[in-house]
């Protein structure tokens, strides 16, 4: 008897998962432990892994489909035994439990669980037409089929975006069309005539992308913690010259030992340490309770492909700078390569988003919820500031902290950008 | 041309007839004496005699069986139901026996009966007296469904259910009988079967009949008026033979279709139109086909209430802009 390998829930918030690619084909031999395809989920690239042995004898899905949790995906067993396809109807999308409101997953596994989120929204809101599948009339169809248009290049006007007959004859008479087919008439006008030379082509092709799984999740939690969280916003500009200089010492002396210290580590081993100064900020408010967490796990915004994602550094408040550099330079390596695992980018209390290195000068950021806060920084600045009474060249960076005003309050949030501040700017407090 | 009532062209085609052949007889409670529940027999006793216009016993399925019988033998019996609620009384004489008679019979039998009246709600008369049985009535092959909405509708189809060999169940609309319209001075006849295209239009299909079809003529007008939608109204008439055709080519004019019907939606005459337009026409559509209904319950004893549960103008309004958006 064959064993069926379906769709697991890799992670919590996760409903469907893309097959990205099968790492066996159909035929090859399997031990338990092997990897047999990788899967992408809401949050990260997986591999799914055999816990049985023998051979694949059949994939039911090609890589690229989207999967539902439970519905089949292979078949394992001996080799030359018969299998036959699962029926589809079996796990049909609609039984997956879509409304499972996405639990917030962020409180430290030693605390209690946390009280239910009563105002996540359903997942079942997001209603992405299904990938590939064109929604279009039946007449918009023909009509498009008659005139020789390729309906993929229509944009719809009906409901839920579907291609009405009106979008097929829009798209028929439209310029580009007339002139295709010797269309206008009168004299032309070099300004309206088609590209100038030397014209780079479209920018892009028209198409529609069907939003992936991680952009989907991004979508959703962005929108729910910036319609919800009454966001403000607190900057501050420091010092960063001792920062700098501490950092370059560092660096050069224990070049060999292998430290790279970054800037960011910097911020990051600071904010837990101002943390610890201004422990409100370490909360997250549950409607009828503020949770306060006594370890400060805090997390970094790295820039994916198609998104992003924030891994978390367990206790913060208590590693070294050192064991933050190293531990954030793996993170962001794996997370780069969607390998994190859910455990890695999930139970953050403060979140640190940096771009810095991409030259911005100041911006500001959205909470991660149920975090109450987080963390803006951008480039160290070399610009004149007055030190005593003269005008002389500095170091500057600017910090901007969004907080979640149900939690902390603008005195709050102004005494932690201020406990950042001196930290930042006595560096070798984040040696101790 | 004259000016009629509902009611008054009804009489005229029964007056009519009955002048014509002496087969024709008229029979139901109250329609002699007491001249017609809703006088749609006033003054034929007089002029015809007790022979001819007969008062029964309120007994739908004594009476109707007597009825048939009598057209087996060449009598050509009207009978007026009160309420075509009622029928169900004489569901085994109507749709197992009436129905059944010419194809049991080898085509040797024919029930050229003419079963009328009323089959509508809006009145308040409550969930038993509110029956719309068209479309229990249509699907039984060997009956003949009619469903007229004017007065010259009313008129021509009737007579022409008095001329038909086969059993034609009549159904008319106590809210209509009121109603007025132009009735050609001419002797005329509207063949079972036939749509009549009551408002030509470009942009949306409405099929419809009897009094939804005049409630959706007047959604039509504010359609054009405040939305510059072009509907065409489509009125069946007939729901069985059923004009596929007429409807079909109104179809592939417009691309777009809502059914109006005082149906229940469940099995109704519109969930049969709806499959046979996407079977024949599928490529012709540039929306689903919607559907406007009775809102599925027992007639609703509150008026107000009643009104809504009903098609009504409204109603029609905001299903069309949903098809056309």
């Not at chain 1, 796990?297 to 050192?322: C, N, Q, W, Y």
């Amino acid at each position: 008897m064959a064993n069926i390998i379906e769709m697991p829930k890799l992670s919590d918030t996760m409903t469907v998962g893309t097959l990205v690619k099968w790492l066996k084909k159909e035929g090859d031999a399997v031990k338990t432990g092997d990897m047999l395809a990788e899967v992408e989920t809401d949050k990260a690239t997986m591999e799914l892994e055999s816990f049985f042995d023998g051979t694949l004898l059949a994939v039911f899905v090609p890589a690229g489909s989207q999967v539902p949790i439970g519905a089949a995906l292979c078949a394992i067993g001996k080799s030359g035994e018969k299998v036959s396809a699962p029926a589809p109807a079996a796990k049909p999308p609609a039984a997956v439990p879509a409304a499972a409101p996405a639990p917030l997953p962020q409180a430290p596994a030693s605390a209690p669980a946390p009280a239910p989120a009563p105002a996540a929204l359903p997942e079942a809101k997001a209603e992405p037409a299904p990938a590939g599948r064109m929604r279009i009339s039946p007449l918009a169809r023909k009509l498009a089929a008659e005139k020789g248009i390729d309906p993929a290049r229509i944009r719809g006007s009906g409901p839920g975006g579907r291609i009405v007959r009106s979008d097929v004859l829009g798209a028929a008479a439209s310029p580009a069309q007339a002139r295709a087919q010797g269309g206008g008439g009168g004299v032309p006008s070099p300004f309206a005539a088609g590209p100038v030379p030397g014209s780079k082509g479209a920018i892009q092709d028209d198409k529609l992308v069907p939003v992936s799984n991680i952009r989907a999740t991004i979508a959703r939690r962005l929108v729910e913690s910036k319609s919800q969280i009454p966001h403000f916003y607190v900057e501050i500009e420091i010092d960063a010259e001792p920062m700098l200089a501490l950092r370059e010492q560092l660096n050069t002396a224990l070049e060999k030992e292998g430290v790279k210290l970054s800037v960011n580590d910097f911020v990051l081993k600071a904010s837990a340490e101002a943390l610890r100064r201004v422990p409100a900020v370490n909360c997250s408010w549950e409607n009828t309770a503020i949770r306060h967490h006594s370890a400060a796990h805090v997390s970094f915004a790295v820039a994916m492909e198609d998104g992003l994602i924030t891994p978390v550094i367990r206790d913060a408040h208590l590693k070294s700078i050192f064991a933050i550099s190293l531990e954030a330079k793996a993170l962001g390596k794996r997370a780069r390569e969607r390998k994190l695992a859910p455990a890695e980018f999930t139970g953050g209390t403060f979140c640190v988003s940096n771009l810095g290195m991409m030259g911005i000068d100041r911006f500001s950021a959205i909470i991660n919820p149920p975090n109450a806060a987080i963390l803006a920084v951008g480039t160290t600045v070399r610009k004149p500031v007055a030190r005593g009474d003269q005008v002389v060249v500095g170091q500057r960076m600017a910090l901007s902290l969004s907080s979640d005003h149900r939690v902390v309050d603008g005195a709050i949030g102004a005494s932690f950008l201020g406990a950042l501040k001196e930290l930042l700017e006595k560096p070798a407090l984040l040696l101790l | 041309m004259t000016t009629l009532q509902y009611r008054e062209a009804i009489r005229e085609a029964l007056a009519e007839e009955l002048t014509r052949d002496p087969n024709v007889v008229v029979m139901g409670e109250e329609v002699a004496q007491f001249h017609g529940a809703y006088k749609v027999t006033e003054g034929l006793l007089d002029r015809f005699g007790p022979k001819r216009i007969v008062d029964t016993p309120i007994s739908e399925a004594g009476f109707i069986g007597l009825g048939i019988g009598a057209s087996m033998l060449g009598i050509r019996p009207v009978i007026e139901l009160m309420f075509w609620s009622f029928y169900s009384v004489a569901f085994d004489q109507i749709l197992n026996n009436a129905a059944n008679m010419r194809y049991m019979s080898g085509g040797q039998i024919h029930c050229p009966i003419v079963i009328r009246g009323p089959a509508n709600g809006g009145t308040s008369v409550g969930a038993t007296h509110s029956l719309t049985p068209e479309n229990v009535l249509a699907s039984h092959p060997g009956v003949k469904v009619v469903v007229p909405a004017t007065p010259y509708d009313a008129k021509g189809l009737l007579k022409s259910a008095i001329r038909d060999n086969d059993p034609v169940m009549f159904l008319e609309n106590t809210i209509l009988y009121g109603d007025k319209g132009e009735i050609p001075e001419d002797d005329y006849l509207i063949p079972l079967g036939k749509a009549d295209t009551k408002r030509a239009g470009t942009d949306l299909t409405i099929v419809t009949y009897g009094r939804p079809a005049l409630l959706s003529l007047s959604a039509a007008g504010v359609l054009e008026q405040e939305h510059g939608v072009s509907a065409e109204v489509v009125d069946l008439r007939s729901i069985r033979p059923l004009d596929i055709d007429a409807v079909l080519a109104s179809v592939r004019k417009t691309h777009r279709v809502l059914i109006v019907e005082e149906q229940r939606p469940f099995c109704g005459v519109g969930a049969q139109l709806a499959y046979m337009i996407q079977r024949e026409a599928f490529d012709e559509l540039d929306a689903p086909i919607s559907r406007l209904s009775t809102v599925d319950a027992p007639a609703i004893y509150s008026p107000p209430v009643e009104a809504e549960q009903l098609p009504n103008p409204q109603r029609i309004l905001r299903a069309a802009l949903e098809v056309v958006a």
